[in-house]
């Protein structure tokens, strides 16, 4: 089975900050690589897939990029509205279908 | 608007069953491959299995094989999950999802439901 290894485990910024969350594959997974939103009691919604792509209706603070085994989440300018947990999740080849372990972001 | 709409969670023994529904609404849900994804209390998310628009495939992670079972019924526009000799650390709450695919197979899940908890316990 893959491996996925999100850092930092959680994370505290400023309003403004720049934000940066990684995610490493235990094998290359060429361009299978989404990323999701998880708000406090709230069900997980899909952010960017296929490393780039950002969702339809998603800010375009939300950046992703990586390639290989290893893939990032970037959020330009942090907005309170972005507390939440954040996980990444890869679907190549045969199941199963594993997600990182998630980040927390919390605001300073 | 898309919606899916979980329901059947509940308390059970361990080695009780349990069966969760998933109704879907606003999009053409034949034309989709499904899946459950669960996520135990204060844990990560964890994908159960999927299964394929006609039920002809159907994927499960190794802990559940052999006591879950994924089905759905188009006419109904309803998906389902029947979990049998439930354990203890299969309690989390399950979200069932919509596989949407872009070009190269390059798929994710979008829209979730709200989840149901299951609670195994005695």
């Known amino acids: 089975d893959i491996q996925m290894t999100q850092s930092p485990y959680s994370l505290s910024a400023a309003v403004g900050d720049r934000v940066t969350i990684t995610c490493r594959s235990s094998?290359?997974?060429?361009?299978?690589l989404n990323w999701y939103q998880q708000k406090p009691g709230q069900a997980p919604k899909v952010l960017i897939y296929g490393i780039s792509t950002l969702q339809s209706g998603v800010p375009s603070r939300f950046s992703g990029s990586g390639s290989g085994t290893d893939f990032t989440l970037t959020i330009s300018s942090l907005q309170p509205e972005d507390v939440a947990t954040y996980f990444c999740q890869q679907n190549s080849g045969a199941p199963p279908y594993t997600f990182g372990q998630g980040t927390k972001l919390e605001i300073k | 608007e898309m919606q899916l709409v979980e329901s059947g969670g509940g308390l059970v023994q361990p080695g009780g069953s349990l069966r969760l529904s998933c109704a879907a609404s606003g999009f053409t849900f034949s034309s989709h491959w499904m899946g459950w994804v669960r996520q135990a209390p204060r844990k990560g998310l964890e994908w159960v299995g999927s299964?394929?628009?006609?039920?002809?495939?159907?994927q499960y992670v190794d802990s559940v094989k052999g006591r879950f079972t994924i089905s759905r019924d188009n006419a109904k526009n309803s998906l389902y999950l029947q979990m049998n000799s439930l354990r203890d650390e299969d309690t989390a709450v399950y979200y069932c999802?919509?596989?949407?695919?872009?070009?190269?197979?390059?798929?994710?899940?979008?829209?979730w439901g709200q989840g149901a908890l299951v609670t195994v316990s005695s």
């Open positions: 299964i394929r628009q006609d039920g002809g495939d159907i």
């Open positions: 999802a919509r596989v949407q695919v872009a070009a190269a197979n390059v798929w994710w899940f979008d829209p």
């Open positions: 094998q290359t997974i060429s361009n299978y």
